[in-house]
């Protein structure tokens, strides 16, 4: 980084060193005469749109990954519920409730918690669990399926994890934000005077287009808090269906959890 400045720095000398010896033996145009303000501002109004249309990128590629993970795991969890037909009846009722309990505890503890980046450690109560039964089928046919279920739901949630947190840094949205307000700041330094209404509003448009893309950009980092955000759609149906598959044969009041995925008091 400081080389990187360090050469910009001398660039910029350089190009003011030879603006002042050199353009006179060069250039024959009087010294009052060359690029005016309005030339520049198009290179950097190009530079602008360029850095937040890459931003944007960057950003709607994490959303995309964060949707993924959600309906990933969703399908991991009702795998879990699908294998537990296959487990002894013991051992299904508890992988059942358990599921149910995750279920909850992802859409109501967690998923919150993501708006702000955060993971939540009631799912985890309910992993713990699983796993735990998990072990009394060890060695038949179904622990296979389990396992590999389980280990497929918990990548899928790590990845969600890992997507909740911005993927661009605070550092870089303020830099695009100052380079959008020198950017609005020259255009307007370049309007005439007088009969200007078209470019001023050619100009309201430009700022509020502008505007808009980093607002999306800012939005669409944060995938489970912003407006454009992932609904827990997937996994609010999973637990429907295994909420569904557990009332089959037990009562409400059996599961160990309320409806927020809480454990109940013992």
Not at 56 to 68: M, P, Q
Not at 146 to 174: F, N, Y
Request: contains cysteine; neutral net charge.
């Amino acid at each position: 980084m400081v080389l990187i400045i360090v050469v910009a720095v001398l660039a910029l000398l350089a190009g003011l060193a030879a603006n002042r010896f050199l353009r006179p033996r060069l250039v024959s145009e009087d010294d009052d005469t060359g690029m005016a303000v309005k030339d520049l501002v198009g290179p950097l109004l190009t530079l602008t749109v360029l850095l937040l249309a890459f931003v944007l990128v960057t950003a709607n590629g994490s959303y995309g990954k964060a949707e993924i993970a959600a309906r990933g795991e969703a399908r991991a969890v009702d795998q879990l519920v699908e294998s537990a037909e296959y487990a002894p009846d013991a051992q299904r009722a508890k992988i059942q409730a358990d599921t149910v309990c995750y279920a909850r505890a992802v859409r109501e503890r967690e998923w919150p918690a993501m708006a702000d980046g955060k993971g939540s450690p009631a799912p985890s109560v309910w992993s713990t669990d699983l796993r735990r039964v998990f072990r009394e089928v060890e060695g038949k046919p179904v622990f296979g399926m389990l396992v590999s279920a389980d280990h497929k739901r918990s990548e899928e949630r790590e990845e969600r994890l890992t997507q909740a947190t911005a993927s661009i840094p605070s550092a870089i949205l303020w830099f695009l934000l100052a380079t959008l307000v020198i950017t609005v700041a020259a255009l307007g330094v370049c309007l005439p005077r007088r009969n200007n209404r078209g470019q001023i509003i050619t100009l309201t448009v430009i700022t509020a287009l502008l505007t808009t893309t980093l607002c999306i950009i800012r939005d669409v980092d944060r995938p489970f808090g912003g407006i454009i955000d992932v609904d827990p759609t997937a996994i609010t149906e999973v637990q429907r269906q295994a909420t569904r598959d557990f009332l089959a044969h037990h009562k409400a009041a059996e599961l160990p959890c309320d409806d927020k995925g809480d454990r109940r008091p013992s």
